[in-house]
Nanobody, 125 residues
Framework: QVQLVESGGGLVQAGGSLRLSCALS????????MAWFRQAPEKEREFVAA????????YYSDSVKGRFTISRDNAKNTVYLAMNSLKPEDTAVYFC??????????????????WGKGTLVTVSS
């Protein structure tokens, strides 16, 4: 059974930074492409960033490109999301997700295999 546990959320002022972490347990970590999604109140869950199992390829939504960086440490079974220049519109619950054996460029919500419970990020203006 794969489990994903996110951490690192909190309250930050606009322009500030946060780093989210997500630890995977239960399976070989490098076999999974990892992604971050977010869901703001009364909005649909949306893709934020993804990284392939090897860590070679990364993908970002246009709304976070240049501000957020996804990375992974396969020795620690952990994926990270470094968020800089945060804006109030980045406020959301951030979810970590895993997809087994995938190295493509698209990460639809419905195609992810496992999800964490989420961590809240609040950006004040």
């Amino acid at each position: 059974q794969v489990q994903l546990v996110e951490s690192g959320g909190g309250l930050v002022q606009a322009g500030g930074s946060l780093r989210l972490s997500c630890a995977l347990s239960g399976r070989p970590f490098s076999a999974y492409a990892m992604a971050w999604f977010r869901q703001a109140p009364e909005k649909e869950r949306e893709f934020v960033a993804a990284i392939t199992g090897s860590g070679v390829y990364t993908y970002y939504s246009d709304s976070v490109k240049g501000r957020f960086t996804i990375s992974r440490d396969n020795a620690k079974n952990t994926v990270y999301l470094a968020m800089n220049s945060l804006k109030p519109e980045d406020t959301a619950v951030y979810f970590c997700a895993a997809r087994a054996g995938y190295s493509g460029t698209k990460y639809p919500v419905g195609h992810m295999d496992y999800w964490g419970k989420g961590t809240l990020v609040t950006v004040s203006s």
